[in-house]
């Protein structure tokens, strides 16, 4: 594991880099806005993928990397996450993706990164009780192949406030999850297992998606 050091306009960023060997394609994530780059679902693709080919690297924004607890504006964001692409330099086809405000940022800046793909991890539709406030537009925004992880119980939008067949996005439903994509002790699978889910799932969809590119 690399860990490095990302200047940008806002301050330094934290670029955690997980190597493959021979990479088919490099996985740049981002995180939300009221955690870090250890939230489970992250921690799981950087110590499921690197085994299979695909290079993880973690961004950590300025802001959580200064200690504050409140992120900064959604530009502020999208400047980091270029920043850490700049500096990833990856050899290896893009993936661009994060998780709740990573996953907007993410949808954001695929476009102008190259990227051949965007993993939305937990997208917030909206915000809590508020679906009139859609997002929906930054997520179509990727213009690129998009899977989009979601839980069933995700307060922040449901898989099934989703519009269906939506062009170039697939799916992944994590059964009784929530926005953290935890599952309750009484649930079919665990969260683990759930998360385990989440990484094969992304692994073949990322090899499909590169090999498509």
Known sequence: MNDTRVSTPFGNGRLVL???????A???????????????????????????????????QPWKVAGRRVATAPPTLDVGLRAAAFALAAASPLVVGG???????????APSLGAAGCLALAFP????????????????SASVPTLLVQGERDTMGRPGEFPADLPGVE?????????SLRVPA??????????????????????????NH
């Open 26 to 60: 490099t996985l740049l994530l981002s995180h939300g806005a009221g955690n870090g780059i250890d939230t489970a679902d992250l921690l799981a693709l950087a110590a499921g993928l690197p085994a299979h080919g695909i290079t993880v690297a973690r961004f950590e």
């Open 125 to 140: 539709l909206h915000p809590p009780g508020r679906p009139e406030k859609s997002r929906l537009g930054e997520l179509m």
């Open 18 to 24: 997980d190597q493959a060997t021979d990479a088919v």
């Open 186 to 211: 009484r649930a079919a699978l665990s969260t683990a297992q759930a998360l385990d889910e989440v990484v094969a799932t992304v692994l073949t969809w990322i090899r499909r998606t590169v090999g």
């Open 171 to 179: 799916l992944l439903v994590v059964a009784d999850g929530d926005h």
């Open 99 to 109: 998780r709740s405000a990573g996953a907007r940022s993410a949808a954001r800046c």
